[in-house]
């Protein structure tokens, strides 16, 4: 089965400072991996996935494979990037996503 | 920027009333789920739908849940009898292809009481 782990459900860093929420999976395929954002009483959006490589609001997330990760990262934190963030895991073929636990960040100034 | 809007915002049910969550997802999406998140927990899968019948769904998704798409725009998730247990955030989001992810709608409050 798969599962997505967030170890950190808190997570509270300096205005400025790197940030990096860590995220890792358990499938033994391909996994199409996503980063969602939660912004207060919002809904939720996506933030990465990971075939785009893209970066979003500074955030950067690269998946390995050896060590079934996909860690989001931001190398200056801002205080608008207060928020829960999920990790989601989707199975090319199947239609769902798992989700982790979500970790909320706090960017204190 | 195309939504997925749900309605209502929250909603209070006596417990073993019949509830009805509505979502209209963006029009040129093809597949639409519902998922769910109880306080504190992490979001749930509870169902997918594509071509007018379920194509995936949880084994939270028993016999007291239902959804339909009666007329090509709404996308509803009725429950049956309502139990305390379903109180949740249930989120509705739908995809038009397999690479762009999910949009999510702001999901409805089901309280029961």
């Known amino acids: 089965a798969q599962r997505v782990t967030q170890p950190e459900k808190l997570l509270s860093v300096f205005k400025g400072a790197p940030v990096e929420l860590k995220c890792n999976y358990s499938y033994s395929g391909s996994p199409e991996l996503f980063w969602y954002v939660q912004y207060s009483r919002q809904r939720l959006q996506l933030l990465l996935r990971h075939i785009s490589r893209e970066s979003i609001k500074g955030f950067t997330a690269d998946l390995n494979k050896g060590e079934t990760s996909f860690h989001l990262k931001k190398p200056f934190a801002q205080e608008e990037d207060s928020a829960m963030y999920y990790c989601a895991l989707s199975v090319q073929g199947a239609q769902k996503l798992v989700f982790g636990q979500g970790t909320r960040l706090t960017i204190n100034p | ?113």
């Open chain 2, 1 to 113: 920027e195309p939504e997925v809007t749900q309605t209502p915002s929250h909603q209070v049910t006596q417990m073993g009333q019949e509830v009805i969550l509505r979502c209209v997802p963006i029009s040129n999406h093809l597949y639409f789920y519902w998922y769910r998140q109880i306080l504190g927990q992490k979001v749930e899968f509870l169902v997918s739908f594509y071509n007018n019948e379920i194509s995936e769904k949880s084994e939270i998704f028993d016999d007291q849940f239902s959804v339909e798409r009666p007329d090509g725009s709404n996308f509803t998730l009725k429950i049956r009898s309502t139990k305390l247990e379903d109180s949740a955030m249930y989120f509705c989001a739908s995809r038009d292809t397999w690479v762009y992810g999910y949009t999510f709608g702001s999901g409805t409050r089901l309280t029961v009481v």
